[in-house]
């Protein structure tokens, strides 16, 4: 069977000064799947993210979206392709209302951006999609707070909803379930199932919840130093003598010491 | 509609009415014509009227100025340079061409208007890729460099500067005051709504959310370079027509409409009457000026020893400053209203 690659890089570098953080890394995704990618702090997972949004320049090597080369690409730009990103710490707009961070995310590819004699809130579509993630992420009891003054969780919940809000084609998630409580984990994982089955959409995470990843992955990246060090189907990966003695065996430790199993910054 | 507009903004409507009688209202109090005496601009009222001119200018100013750094979030040293573009350009027609009267006035101020935002976009366009205090560092040297340029140039007069001399007699202060005042009221109004309109469209949402995290509203797909560039040039035309008001009000236009204190007294003005709100410039600049011009003069006497207090202006007004800072962190009106959402909880 023949898969449709969404997007591929071809030998992605990034260096920081003489730090390389992310080493040649050359992947497929495919479209439609669920692609995680998983590998120690500072394997340069986030990097890897940065590198294919445009928040950060590569070094060298090419991301390719659709079979067009985007690694010159401005960061907003992307995002009208169709590549949405949440972030593993929290990006939102302090100040503003859950409503407005939310209704933001839907106005910008809407094409609406320079009507400057038009009220904002009278463009209801935006709002009504708006109101709509946010019930699905079930921040409704909020909606109306400014974002700053939500729990840590509500802000997880709100950083994936100004994702959503675009609908994206192709979603990078970057440890959604950071620091949440255990209890909120399932629904939150669900919730993005969801999005990406009845979407159709293609779905990127970076995520330390290895019941997580094992449970909802198609394939799985292992990262370590930089450089790619495996890629499987969750089974492979699990059978996987190298990804075991690196990653798997410590963080499986970690999990069971984490009764929360989520991860710090 | 129309009602339901005034019943909830009865605030405004009831401070543009008192602006509009006040100068009649100091006039019938003080027994001075608010015309003047025989067509010449004295008395009480042409007094102040004279005072609140300089407000508004200051208020549309910092309203300017606001909508850069307290709506954007983009922090600029170079405004006075927009300001002090408008005055000049009025100076130089005037005086380099046989235009006067209306079509002079009206040339004047078109030319100030395209010149004002064509600086504003290939300022913006240099400069906004640079990160906050480099930012404003470069702002502050280009107003700098057209501040030494305007003071040496043989083409403005150096120190000199232009008389406006040519002007059309229902425009000009000393003989149509109150006409002038009306203009100037009208600027303030027409500005504070554009503002107003523009924070709550589409656009202005925006302005907000690259002030609240930029990096952040470019990953949702704006193109936040824009957006900030929109509010320096707009910034910038409204800062030229107060820059315009003001030098139509001196008759004279010379290097001082672009000395940096045409930065910082609007940037004073906004922090303390509050960034980010509508009515926080405004407040801030009427009560500096209004401080200014009452206190100028006074001499207070504690136990025998004399305080100039005009002398120390500088001084109070730094110690106000600190004040409101520590007391109001988000201005005055800002943290009112603060304090008025928590009130309502
Ligand atoms: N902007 C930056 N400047 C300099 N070094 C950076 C920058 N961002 C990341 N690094 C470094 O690059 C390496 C990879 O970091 P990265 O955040 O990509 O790791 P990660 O896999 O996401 O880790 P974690 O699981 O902790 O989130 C680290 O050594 C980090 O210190
Ligand atoms: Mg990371």
């Given at each position: 069977m023949q898969e449709n690659i969404l997007l591929e890089t071809r030998d992605l570098r990034k260096a920081f000064g003489g730090l390389i953080a992310v080493d040649g890394v050359s992947v497929k995704v495919a479209q439609g799947s669920m692609h995680s990618i998983i590998g120690p702090n500072g394997a340069g997972k986030t990097t890897f993210f940065n590198l294919l949004t445009g928040n950060h320049a590569a070094t060298s090597g090419n991301v390719l979206y659709k079979g067009q080369d985007i690694t010159h690409l401005p960061l907003h730009r992307r995002a009208h392709l169709g590549i949405g990103r949440s972030f593993q710490i929290t990006n939102i707009?302090?100040?503003?209302t859950v409503l407005e961070n939310v209704r933001l995310a839907a106005q910008?590819?809407?094409?609406?951006?320079?009507?400057?004699?038009?009220?904002?809130?009278?463009?209801q579509r935006y709002i009504q999609r708006a109101r709509q993630v946010i019930d699905l992420v079930g921040l409704n009891a909020e909606t109306l707070l400014p974002a700053t003054v939500l729990p840590h969780g509500g802000k997880r919940k709100l950083e994936l909803a100004i994702l959503l809000a675009s609908d994206p084609e192709l979603l990078l998630l970057d440890e959604p379930t950071a620091g949440m409580a255990s209890e909120q984990v399932p629904e939150l994982i669900q919730t993005i199932d969801r999005v990406r089955r009845q979407g159709g959409k293609t779905i990127i995470m970076v995520e330390h919840n290895m019941s997580v990843v094992m449970g909802v992955s198609d394939r799985i990246t292992v990262m370590n130093q930089g450089r790619l060090l495996a890629e499987g189907t969750p089974a492979e990966i699990a059978a996987n003598k190298t990804v075991q003695s690196v990653y798997l065996g410590e963080l499986y430790g970690d999990l069971n010491e984490a009764a929360g199993g989520s991860h710090g910054v | 509609m129309l009602r339901r507009t005034l019943a909830s903004n009865w605030f405004y409507v009831v401070l543009m009415i008192a602006l509009i009688v006040l100068p009649h209202a100091i006039g019938w109090v003080s027994g001075d014509s608010p015309f003047g005496v025989r067509g010449r601009p004295v008395g009480q009222s042409i007094y102040w009227q004279g005072i609140l001119i300089e407000v508004f200018v200051l208020a549309v100013l910092a309203m300017s100025y606001n909508l850069v750094f307290g709506f954007t979030g983009v922090i600029s040293f170079g405004h006075a340079l927009f300001f002090g573009v408008g005055g000049y350009i009025l100076g130089i027609v005037l005086e380099y061409t046989d235009l006067t009267g209306e079509v002079g006035l009206l040339i004047g101020i078109g030319l100030t208007l395209i010149v004002s935002a064509v600086l504003g976009l290939v300022i913006g366009l240099v400069t906004l890729r640079l990160r906050g205090v480099y930012f404003a560092m470069f702002t502050l040297a280009v107003a700098e460099m057209f501040y030494i340029f305007f003071s040496r140039l043989a083409l403005t007069r150096a120190e000199d500067g232009f008389a406006l001399t040519e002007l059309p007699v229902w425009i000009d202060p000393t003989r149509s005051r109150l006409t002038f005042y009306y203009i100037a009221l009208a600027l303030l109004a027409v500005t504070f709504l554009f503002i107003r309109r523009l924070i709550f469209s589409p656009t202005g949402a925006v302005l907000l959310a690259v002030r609240e995290n930029e990096e952040r509203a470019r990953t949702i797909g704006f193109d936040t370079l824009r957006f900030k560039l929109l509010a320096i040039t707009v910034a910038g035309m409204i800062a030229s027509l107060a820059g315009l008001i003001q030098v139509i009000l001196n008759k004279k236009v010379g290097p001082e409409v672009l000395n940096v204190s045409n930065t910082i007294d609007p940037l004073l003005m906004t922090i303390i009457g509050g960034a980010g709100t509508f009515t926080g410039p405004v407040i801030g600049a009427a009560g500096l000026h209004l401080g200014d011009r009452l206190l100028r003069d006074l001499v207070i006497e504690v136990g025998g020893a004399s305080i100039d207090i005009g002398a120390n202006w500088a001084l109070i007004l730094g110690i106000v400053f600190i004040l409101v800072v520590l007391v109001f962190p988000y201005g005055i009106v800002g943290t009112f209203r603060r304090w008025r959402t928590r009130q309502a909880k």
């Open positions: 707009f302090p100040n503003l910008a590819l809407g094409g609406d951006n320079y009507r400057l004699f038009r009220r904002a809130d009278s463009f | -």
